[in-house]
Structure formats: C-alpha cells, structure tokens
C-alpha cells in the first residue's frame, strides 16, 4: 500500500476521527504550529454511543435513567427512537387503529441517522418531539440537544437498521419476560392514557406481538449485553457504567479498535515524551529517555501474551500460585529504527531470537520489501514487531505482510510503537484486525510530509547520530 492509498483509504472511511486533543488549545496555538494535513478539520472528541433495545415495557426507560444517573458527572444525552416516528397522514390518522406503530417503517430512520451522525460529530441537533396524541411530530418545538461525551440511543427498533447499529460502541438488550411486558403495557396505557384494555389488548395482539417476534428479539443477537429484569437489574447496570467510564478514560480510537492499547500516561511518562520530543534535546538524552520509554512499552507488550498457570515453593515452604512466561517467541525489529527497541526486549527476555525487515522508501509514495531474516519457525512463534513509528502505516503493513506470509497467524502479532499516528492505527487495525497494537502515545497527525506531528523528527537518525547537527558535532570534534 503506498502513501496515497493509506491516505484514500483513511478518507473514505465513516469511523476516521481524530482527537485525544483538545480543540481550545489547538485552536490558540494553530497558527504557530505546522497543520497536520489530515487531521485539523476532523477533530473532535468522539461520543460513546450506547444502544439500548428491547421490547415495548420493558424497561428500557428505567435502565437508561439509571445509567444517566450514575454517570452524573458525565455530560450524557439521550435519544428517543420515538422521537422519530412518521407524521401520520390524513387517511392513517382516520384509521389510526390499524397503523403498526411497532413495524420498523414506522420510524424515519434517515432522519435519525442524520441526527446521529451529526451528535457523533460534535455538532449540536434539533430532535423533533413526537406527539402521542396527534401522531404528529412537527406540532411541538424541537429539543435543541447539546454535543456530549455519551449518546444513548433507545427504542425497541434501533437494532434494526445496520447503519444505525453501526453507530454504536455499546448495545445493550433489555431482556423483560413477555407477561411483565404487557401488563405494564396495560397499566400505563389505560392510566396514562385512558384507553380502555379491549383496545390495549387488541393493539397487542395485531401489532406489539407480532412485531416483537419479527423485528425486536431477532435484533437481540447484535446485543454486547442481555440485561434480564431489566432496571430491576442493579448489578448489570452498575458493570454497564463501570465500563463506560473505563472507555471514556481511554483515548477515542481505543473504543474504536478493541486491540490498541496505550498505556497509561503518568507525569514520569509524560516527562520522557517532554525530553524526546523536544528538538533541542542532547544526543545522549534522546537515546536514554527513548530507551526508558520503550523499555515500558517493550514490558507493556510481553504483558498481552498468553501465560499458563505455574506453581513454585517460596523459601517459607508455601506454594505461591503463578503464571509461567509465553515460550515460544521471537522479536522482529523495521531496519533501522524497530533496532533501537531490541535491547530492551533482550533484557526483558534472555536470548530471545530477533529477525529484521528492511523497507525501502523511495521518496514517500512507494516502500518496497528489500531484505528479511527471520527465524525459520516463526510461523510458530508469537511476534513482537519493533518500530518506534507508526505514521502512514504502510511500513507496518508490509512488514505485517510478510509476517503473514510466513504463516504468522495474525492474532500472534504484538505491534509495538512509541508513538503513533491516526492515520497508521486506523491502516493496520482494519488491514489486521486480530493483531494488537501497543504504544505509548497516539499522535495529532501527519504533515504534508507525512511525518508525524508533533512527533519526534527522524527517530532513526536522531537515536544512531546520523541527523545533520551530528555531523557537526562530529566535525567540530576533529
Ligand atoms: N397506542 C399507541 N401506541 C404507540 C403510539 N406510538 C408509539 N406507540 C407504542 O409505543 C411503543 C414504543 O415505546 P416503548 O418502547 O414501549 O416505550 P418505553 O416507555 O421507552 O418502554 P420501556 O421504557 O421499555 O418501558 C410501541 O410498542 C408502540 O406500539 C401511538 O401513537 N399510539
Ligand atoms: O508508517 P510510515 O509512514 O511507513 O512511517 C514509519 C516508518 O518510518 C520510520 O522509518 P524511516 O523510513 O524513517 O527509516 P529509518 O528507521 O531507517 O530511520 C519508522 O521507523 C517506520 O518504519
Ligand atoms: O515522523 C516520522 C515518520 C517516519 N519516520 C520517522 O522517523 N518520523
């Protein structure tokens, strides 16, 4: 894959976003800052959308409230599917009995999903408020609905349309027993309003019945999460908060991708980025601090192998119950740069076998494969791929290529980066899904020149003393 098709690739996808950074402060310093070119006009925190379905009564509601009250210090919105049904015209208003309010066409679901997509990209939207006594939507005004960082989007349809469930990081189904369903079907509609139970009853049977069996429970399958009992159900909304507010911690493109993992920034990590990334920084720091920070990531990465369990006898004749290192793997360093990352695997893991991949950049549309060593079972092996930079991801994609090749099966690949780009993460996530990505921290972007920014220049030359002002140095020192 060359640049450009990266790039293609990148912009015709629905998911691509960007963020992880802040707008304000983009927005004061970008003038003084080079523009990342495919990044700046895309950026924004991306939303976590949830999806709550399930059957009309059963709950639905409950379990949303009470989601929506224990992220209280979470800014969280919440969509109506209802919201979204037709005007009923003149004719169906005067045989209203007879219209399915329960089938799937009853819903404008290009009118959602526009407001949707709009929600998921920051901008606030008008939700019309649809009247149960006029069947009309246009009687009201809207509900004005501010950008937020959760969407929960509920009603009994909104696993039906794949474009909607595509919108979804979530989906929850809530799971309530059939005669729980309708007798509170009966109880609201004939107190809440007025209607008599022949009428609720018959309503059931023609429309709320069937469509359930039709279009709701098959829609059940696409479920993350079954919550039985609905918002009787205490412990699986509190697990259902729990990890929305794990996800919500993470950088967006970790909800995006299940198998990149950053590891957890602190004020020490963030310093040793401070040093590496700043230009005026010595040689010797530039290697020492990349060395602490890939070593963290080098550790990070061995932590997502598999392990079996073990057993030994500590000096005080107690068993102590632990896990046994991954045998079988080997490290697979990008020439030149990946090779500033084998010392660290080499401390790690004693004598571990280390194969190379050489790519040749010719300018910056294409990279051809030049040269490869690797061990000769590596087809065998859990791989850990070296290079500290992911940019536009085509190096990585070759180098994952050959690995594959090889018989490597993809879910034995553990990609570890120092730091990397929107651009390359969202190449080789959805080129290998079933690989995982470490890094330390994920960048803004790319510039016109397809380096990363803020980035750290040319690793490879600031890490081995091959950049100009070496030369310099080197020549002052003669
Ligand atoms: N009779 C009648 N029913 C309607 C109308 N519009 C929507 N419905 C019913 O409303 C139901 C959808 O809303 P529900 O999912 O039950 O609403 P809810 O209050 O969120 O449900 P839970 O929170 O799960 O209890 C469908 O079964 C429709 O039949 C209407 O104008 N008349
Ligand atoms: O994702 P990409 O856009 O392909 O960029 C990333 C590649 O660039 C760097 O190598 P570079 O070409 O600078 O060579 P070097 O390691 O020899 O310095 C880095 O080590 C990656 O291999
Ligand atoms: O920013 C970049 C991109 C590729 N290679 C680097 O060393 N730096």
Redesign the pocket.
Known sequence: MD?KS?VDLMESSSEVHFSGFHMDSFEQRKDDIEQPTTSATNMYRQPFVIGVAGGAASGKTTVCDMIIQQLHDQRVVLVNQDSFYHNLTEEELTRVQDYNFDHPDAFDTEQLLRVMDKLKCGEAVDIPKYDFKSYKSDLHPSRRVNPSDVIILEGILVFHDPRVRELMNMKIFVDTDADVRLARRIRRDTAEKGRDIGTVLDQYSKFVKPAFDDFILPTKKYADIIIPRGGDNHVAVDLIVQHIRTKLGQHDLCKIYPNLYVIHSTFQIRGMHTLIRDAQITKHDFVFYSDRLIRLVVEHGLGHLPFTEKQVITPTGSVYTGVDFCKRLCGVS?????ESMENALRACCKGIKIGKIL?H?EGDNG?QLIYEKLPNDISDRHVLLL??????????VQ?ISLLLRKGVPESNIIFLNLIS?PL?VHVVCKSFPRIKIVTSEIEIG?NKD?R?VPGMG????RY?GTDDDDEQVVASSK
């Not at 930079?389 to 990585?396: P, Q, R, V, Y």
């Not at 040319?458 to 030359?461: K, M, P, Q, R, V």
């Open positions: 640049t990266a990008v020439i030149r740069s990946g790519i950049r990279q290079d500290p930079i992911l940019g536009t991801g085509n190096s990585a180098a780009a390359g790319l397809f990363v040319e690793f490879g030359d081995f």
